[in-house]
Every structure is written in structure tokens, then in C-alpha cells.
């Protein structure tokens, strides 16, 4: 067998990795040489802020679950702990800054492009092609500039086995040993947990091993399950330890029905299990980062991604929907996420002003300009706003007065208060929203159409809640936020919620759940009995007469639905649009209108 001797006078070995010998032919394969430094792949600005934005919770994720024992273990020997993409893009460093100088120089930099066809072999780019840890040590590395560092990384794979990053400590004079290789394998495992923990829907956290010693050790198994006892994902130890465990699995085939009865150990059979909430955490984690919205319904997703474009370009946005779909909660998350959000948001109800008061309250006015004004004057609404966000809720109300002063306003972006001749000048964003048919009231001649196409830059239609392809979701998202103790929902009850119109939209869900959840603390299971009587009412009238009597247990597929007549016949008869727009499947669609007759 020859031995390949490479011209750094480092030689291969039989008993060199087979992974370092592989690493340098592709190395030279892709055309590098040893001794000039190769081109450098960098992302600009942009790109740069995209991909950060795309991994968010994995940047946020390693700040918390790995960087603090980096910092505890690697603080004073001057390495680095750095973070790349599946790509090998690298996203984020943390560190010692005095190296900062010659890891630039060899372009160790956020932004920069570390793939083994880019720079040759090294630890980032190599773990992410041999999908394992490796320590690339001086010498070891293809580019001679390179051969200051130690580098040490390993791939991290999200809950579903994708590749999405790498973890790396790089270091310029100590040596990496098996240590290293060990701490970057346990840095990246506390990731992917903390990923496995994130997974939508994450109910539950249930630790598992069959020694009870074992059950902190980092070694045991991790199952997440949803709200309903599912399972959503598990760690490689879990899936041997649960044998044929599949993603959406009841957990109680596994762990028998009391898993998520108790915080403390818990034996069952040959496993012993610790189960925890996972929930305290999320919610302060969405209040702390106040980033990362993400709607899963499609048609508000792309609501929520167009609307954020325009509000970086300061274009007037118009948001419709129906009353209670949640338009003002849409503009708080959009102001928050935006260039404005250290401005103002300042909303304006102009349904709930009295005809008279909304000019001063919109423009201001002057000391003195009118009986009962305070003394001082008043800026205004507008002017108040400055910087920041005008909300214009309900502005078909506004009356047509108004409406040509506010177009004004819009035009020159200046205000001149009631009874002033002096203009100021303002900076807003404008967010105008209605649950009306603005182009209807245009026509009748009840609202401007200068105004109109003024505050019509875009304009979005949020999804009534029936619509919304994520109901389910978030029926269980304010079952999770009002419920006291754990407690699911009867299958029974869920098709229900999920059928029935919902006229008040998520005001109407939200209410509902808070008042349903006060009448079943305690209970185990949320059920038919514990809804308010007129809901219980109205739900019931969606049940065949001969079943409602037994509505909870009882047999609800042939439940009649007003709204599927309504819509079937509103689309002419069209089966996938209407079992699309209503959310349910094709088949279940088709039973339900043979069972009314209609098909
Ligand atoms: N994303 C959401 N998840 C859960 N509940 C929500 C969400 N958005 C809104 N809600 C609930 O719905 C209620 C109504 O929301 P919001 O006031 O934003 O609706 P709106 O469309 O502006 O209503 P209106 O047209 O009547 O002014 C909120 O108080 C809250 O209880």
C-alpha cells in the first residue's frame, strides 16, 4: 500500500483518520494549494442579516446552552467558540478579541465561508462533510497560512436528523486533545436538546434511563411530547431505548398512563422518568425576545412577511379583517419588530371618538382655540407619533371632514393643530385597519378615494379564525395559557371547536378559554360541560338532533354545520376549495354532506 507523503512533511499513515486522508484529497481535488491563500467567500450585509434571521433560535439556542460552558472551561486558554451554518457560513463568535487579529487575517470572520472546497481541511468545513467531530490540529490543516490554530467541531443535527450547523472551538497555541473533542460533543448535545425542547407544540420534557442515576447524567434519553401526550421528537438514546417510538405516538404505550403525573423520578417497568413542563419557559422566552413572530397559517405568514416589508420603507399599510381576527395585536408585533420600535405606537380608535373631537384629538390645538380647551394646548395624536407608528383602527368610521385634513397630512407629512397656522413636521409610519369594505364605502361616497388610495400602500386581509389553517394550534395554545394544572381536551370537544364559525374571531376563542378553563381547574380533561351555556347552545345546534343529547362521547361525525352549507354553496359546489376553506379534510368534507344530503 503507498503511503501518500504530502510536501508539508506531515505523512499519512495507516493509522491516520481516514476522514483526514479523505479530507486532504478532496482539499486538493478542489484545486487548493497548500501554500497561497485561497479565495474567500464572504456574505454581504444583506445576505449576512438573512441568514442571522434564519437562525435565530439556533444563535439564541448556543448562546444559552453553550456558551456559558465554554466560557467556564475555555475563558483563559484563548480560543474561540464559533458557530456556523449547514452551508459553513460562519454565523456568530465568541471569545478572547486579542486573536481577533490574525484569525482575521486568515479570515476566521462572521460572514466568511469555511466549506473544505473554500478553505481546505479544517475542523468547520470537515465535520460538516463527515457529518462527525473532528479535531483539526496545526499541521493537520490543507492551507499552510492555517496551521497556527487548533480547531476542534462537530455537526448539529435538528430533531427531524437534518444537518443545520456546526460548533467549533478554535484556539491559536494549545493543542486540542480528546477533552476538546468531548466538550464540543457535550456543547452540541445540550443544543440539539434544547432544539428537541423548542419543537412546536412542546408539551412535556420526559427524561428516561433505566438506571435512576442515570437520568441527569447527559446520557439519558429525552422524549418531548405535545400538550396531548404525543410524541413530538426524541434524542438518539431515547429512540433505543423506546425501541420503535415514532413521532406521534400516545406516550402512554411506552410509560404507562401516570408519566405526566410528577415531577419526581417515576418508575414504570424497566424505565424510570422524570417529566417537566416545558411551558414557564417558552412563555418567557417569547416575552424576553419579543422577535421570531411567526404565524403558521400560510395566508397570515404572508400577511405578516409583505407587511413587514413595507414598514421598512415606510409605505402606509392597510389591514382588513373581520372584528376580534386580531388586526391591532398584528400592528403591537409589527411595531415591535420594526426600525420604529424605540418610537412611539400610537393608536387612534376613530369608531370610538365622537365626530367632534376627533379633529383636535388627531391634529392637536392650540391654546385657546376652542371653549373647554386646556390652556395649554394639545400636540395630538399625530404629533405624538413622531418616530414612531400611527394606528388608524377602525378607519371607516372616520368622518369625511377629517378624512381630507388626514390626506393632507399624509401628503405633506406636516400637521397644522385646530385654530394654528403653524405647521410641524412629522415622521410616521402610518397602519390604517378596518373591518369594513373600504372600496364599499368608496363607492357609496362615505370615504374618500384619495384617502383610500393614500392609505392603501399594501393592504393585507388577515384570516378569519374559521379560515385559519393553525386553529387547532392555537386552541391549544390558550388552553396551555389558561389551564392551572396539566389537563388535555376531549377529542370530542376539539372537533367541535374546530367546526364551529367562530363569528368574534380569536377575542371570541380567547374569552371562551379563559372562562372555560376557571370551570375545570382541577379536572384532567376539558370537556363539553365546562363551556358557557349560550356556547354549549350554539355548538350544540351544529349536532344533529338525534346525537346532541350525547354530544360529549357521543358520535359527532354527522354533525350538521351551517357554515358547510353556507360555504359549499358559496363555492357552487366546489368540494377541495370548500373542505380547504374550511380547514377539513376531503373525505371528512364528503360525509358530512352525504350525511346532509348534499352530494
Ligand atoms: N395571535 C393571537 N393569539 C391568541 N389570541 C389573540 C391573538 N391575537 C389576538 N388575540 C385575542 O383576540 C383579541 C382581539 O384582538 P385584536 O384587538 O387585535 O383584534 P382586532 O382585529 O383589532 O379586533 P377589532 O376589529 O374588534 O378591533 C385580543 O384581545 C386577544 O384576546
Redesign the pocket.
Known amino acids: 500500500m503507498s503511503v501518500p507523503k504530502w510536501n508539508t512533511g506531515m505523512t499519512i499513515t495507516p493509522h491516520s483518520q481516514a476522514w483526514l486522508t479523505d479530507s486532504w484529497s478532496r482539499s486538493q481535488g478542489a484545486g487548493l494549494q497548500q501554500t497561497s491563500s485561497p479565495d474567500e467567500l464572504r456574505l454581504d450585509r444583506d445576505a449576512l442579516a438573512v441568514k442571522h434571521f434564519q437562525h435565530k433560535q439556533l444563535i439564541e439556542l448556543v448562546k444559552q446552552h453553550a456558551l456559558p460552558l465554554f466560557n467556564q472551561l475555555m475563558a483563559h486558554s484563548k480560543s474561540r467558540l464559533i458557530l456556523s451554518d449547514s452551508e459553513g457560513y460562519v454565523l456568530c463568535h465568541w471569545g478572547v478579541s486579542q486573536y481577533s487579529d490574525k484569525l482575521a487575517n486568515v479570515a476566521l470572520d462572521i460572514g466568511v465561508n469555511w466549506q473544505e472546497q473554500h478553505k481546505g481541511t479544517n475542523a468547520i468545513g470537515t465535520a460538516l462533510l463527515a457529518k462527525q467531530a473532528v479535531s483539526v490540529i496545526g499541521d493537520q490543516h490543507f492551507i499552510r497560512q492555517h496551521r497556527f490554530m487548533s480547531c476542534t467541531a462537530s455537526p448539529i443535527f435538528s430533531p427531524q436528523g437534518e444537518l443545520i450547523g456546526a460548533i467549533d472551538i478554535t484556539s491559536e497555541q494549545q493543542r486540542h486533545t480528546q477533552q476538546t473533542l468531548l466538550l464540543i460533543s457535550s456543547l452540541v448535545q445540550q443544543v440539539e436538546t434544547a432544539l428537541l425542547c423548542h419543537l412546536p407544540g412542546s408539551h412535556y420534557r420526559i427524561d428516561l434511563a433505566e438506571q435512576p442515576s442515570l437520568i441527569t447524567s447527559g446520557w439519558q434519553g429525552i422524549v418531548v411530547a405535545n400538550a396531548d401526550g404525543k410524541i413530538l421528537g426524541c434524542n438518539p438514546m431515547a429512540k433505543t431505548l423506546l425501541h420503535d417510538a415514532k413521532v406521534g405516538d400516545d406516550l402512554h404505550q411506552y410509560l404507562g398512563e401516570k408519566w405526566n403525573r410528577s415531577e419526581h423520578l417515576l418508575q414504570h417497568q424497566r424505565f424510570h422518568l422524570k417529566t417537566q413542563s416545558l411551558v414557564p419557559e417558552r412563555r418567557t422566552q417569547v416575552v424576553s425576545q419579543q422577535i421570531g413572530v411567526r404565524?403558521r397559517d400560510p395566508i397570515l405568514e404572508r400577511a405578516w412577511q409583505q407587511a413587514n416589508k413595507v414598514v421598512r420603507r415606510c409605505i402606509p399599510l392597510l389591514?382588513c379583517?373581520?372584528?376580534?381576527?386580531?388586526?391591532?395585536?398584528?400592528?403591537?408585533k409589527l411595531h415591535a419588530q420594526s426600525g420604529r420600535s424605540q418610537g412611539p405606537l400610537v393608536a387612534v380608535?376613530c369608531a370610538a371618538l365622537p365626530a367632534e373631537l376627533v379633529e383636535s384629538e388627531l391634529f392637536g390645538y392650540q391654546a385657546g382655540a376652542f371653549t373647554g380647551a386646556h390652556r395649554n394646548g394639545y400636540e395630538g395624536k399625530i404629533r405624538q407619533a413622531d418616530g414612531g407608528f400611527l394606528f388608524l383602527?377602525?378607519i371607516g368610521e372616520m368622518p369625511m371632514a377629517t378624512q381630507s385634513r388626514l390626506l393632507r397630512v399624509l401628503q405633506e407629512r406636516e400637521v397644522v393643530p385646530v385654530g394654528s397656522n403653524r405647521s410641524y413636521k412629522v415622521d410616521i409610519q402610518v397602519v390604517a385597519?378596518?373591518?369594513a369594505n373600504l372600496q364599499a364605502l368608496v363607492k357609496a361616497g362615505e370615504f374618500r378615494e384619495d384617502l383610500y388610495y393614500r392609505l392603501n400602500g399594501l393592504q393585507v386581509m388577515?384570516p378569519a379564525l374559521r379560515q385559519r389553517a393553525d386553529r387547532e394550534r392555537?386552541i391549544h395554545?390558550?388552553h396551555r395559557?389558561y389551564r392551572t394544572a396539566p389537563q388535555t381536551i376531549c377529542p370530542q370537544l376539539l372537533r367541535c371547536l374546530l367546526d364551529y364559525a367562530w363569528p368574534g374571531?380569536?377575542?371570541?376563542?380567547?374569552?371562551l378559554m379563559q372562562v372555560a378553563c376557571l370551570m375545570a381547574e382541577d379536572e384532567v380533561q376539558l370537556q363539553w360541560q365546562h363551556l358557557p351555556d349560550a356556547l354549549q347552545t350554539q355548538l350544540g345546534e351544529q349536532v344533529q338532533p338525534e346525537v346532541s343529547a350525547t354530544t360529549a362521547e357521543g358520535e359527532l361525525s354527522l354533525m350538521i354545520n351551517a357554515n358547510i352549507v353556507a360555504t359549499f354553496h358559496r363555492f357552487d359546489g366546489n368540494v377541495s376549495r370548500c373542505a380547504k376553506y374550511l380547514g377539513m379534510s376531503r373525505n371528512t368534507l364528503y360525509r358530512k354532506l352525504k350525511a346532509l344530503g348534499l352530494k
Do not use: S
Not at 379583517?321 to 403591537?332: N, P, R
Open positions: 404565524f389591514i379583517g373581520e372584528t376580534g381576527v386580531g388586526k391591532e395585536q398584528f400592528v403591537k380608535n383602527d377602525e385597519a378596518t373591518h388577515l392555537i395554545k390558550l395559557r374571531n380569536l377575542r371570541e376563542l380567547d374569552n
